[in-house]
């Protein structure tokens, strides 16, 4: 066999490979949107659900989601960000930043259960939390620091030596050249980053089960005191959100029409992550024209 | 007869274990342009960065030796770093804008240092980008990234832009080397137009362009100073036969 001949068979093999690949991602996706789009009505995006009755909606674990990640992100951003910069900006390769990347790799590829478990036990047992909102940000926090942090030092990296050099020759300091030349001219990769990590927590159920918790109270939605407990602002109180309630309706849900309801939210739900992914795209391009052409 | 402005003796650097420069005796008068030249790896670049104390972002180097900027020593325990390059500045190999509008690139030292008087921001823009003569091809996109630039173009933004921070000495590492001869000539004239206000030292492979625009020229080979002289005399009448050997290609 000649090599022109092999290579025609290997690029074929590969082609069928990624297109296999691409077909069964595809058919899921068609599926779900199939028998989910249907679902969809206002009042199903909006209306409290109902636990025995048929004609429920997911309005409810829909703020949640929402809400759960707004905080996860502001409690880990911060974090992340300084984690980052001070790992690949600052810190030179001893022992202290090498067990510092061991440990963010090991709690990169801890299984979420396990996330979710220790959660339970540290914040809703130990520290008193109880099935809160709090719970859930703090072990989203857990689940979401490591994976934020490195696509932050990424997007650092990303960034040529030569412009930290412009930077300091031009009599900038350190601190100075990062936050004034480097983060600037990151933001757009860092910002994609944020996104689709977003993404990967909206739709996270296994950490959440035990630390927010499995029941959505009714929200008053005129009350937005974050100290009254009907209040969706409220942090201290339980909050299923969207991808817990799949679950929890296919594992237990005895509604008339649980399986409308779950295919209901499962669409939400991919629409959803498919959208921070379309905004990630979007919103980095545009960052960065604005930022580079003034 | 101009003072020294600036002063090495018997500097010696060290990547790790290994000597890069093995003890080096420079000075240079304020004003005027110095080439450096010399076979790779001879080390300019590295001479050059010590000038400015770039090299401090480099784990394991040692540096031994005195560099006095003004009769002050640039390796002093409490000396400035960010004060020195705000004296001395540098432009690269590589042209390396910021991935801003032109002139956010010119003004980003002084508005950093805290200037916001727009009306002498512009000011300054408009003087430094005259000094690199490239203000005649930007003046009207004056507020478009200089990304778009060509890369003579947006060198000649990278002198500017170390120019608008008022530097006494400005150091330049192959400068031309990325760019096209025309260009490249664009920057020596812009080079030749700034010799007389500022103290120029430039790295540089091509002995043309040293020949061209350098008062003097220094001769570098394995980590020491061969010989440093006057251009003509370097090129016409060299004291050492490496440097003879050297600019009459025998090797290099
Ligand atoms: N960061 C570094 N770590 C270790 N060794 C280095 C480093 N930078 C340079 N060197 C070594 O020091 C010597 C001098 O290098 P330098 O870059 O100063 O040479 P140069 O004269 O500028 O060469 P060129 O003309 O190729 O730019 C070389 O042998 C090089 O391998
Ligand atoms: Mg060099």
Redesign the interface.
Known sequence: MDSKKQNKIAIGTLYGIAGLVVLILLALLGYILASGLPQLSWHFLTAPAKAFLKGGGVGVQLFNSFYLLILAMAISFPIALGAAIYLYEYARDNWITTTIRTAIEILSSLPSVVVGLFGFLFFVVKLRLGFSILSGAFALTFFNLPLLTRSIEDSLRTIDLEQREGGLALGLSRWETITRVILPAAVPSILTGVILSAGRVFGEAAALIYTAGQSAPALNFADWNPFNISSPLNPMRPAETLAVHIWKINSEGIMPDAKAISSGSSAVLIIAILLFNFAARYVGKRLYKRLTSA | MSEEILTTQDLHLYYGEKEALKGINLNFDAKGITALIGPSGCGKSTYLRTL?R?ND?I?NVTITGTIKFKGENLYAPNADT??????I????Q?P??????I??NVI??LR??GEKDKEKLDAVVEKSLRQAAVWDEVKDHL???A??LSGGQQQRV?IA??LA?SPEIILLDEPTSALDPVSSSQIEATLLNLRHDYTIIIVTHNLQQASRIADRTAFFMNGELVEVDQTKNIFMNPAKKQTEDYISGRFG
Do not use: T, W
């Open positions: 400015n770039m972002l784990p960010v004060e020195i390059r705000k004296e500045g540098m432009v690269f590589q390396n804008p910021f991935p801003f509008s002139y956010d980003y030292g950093i240092a507020h478009e990234s990304l778009a990278c832009r170390v921070v």
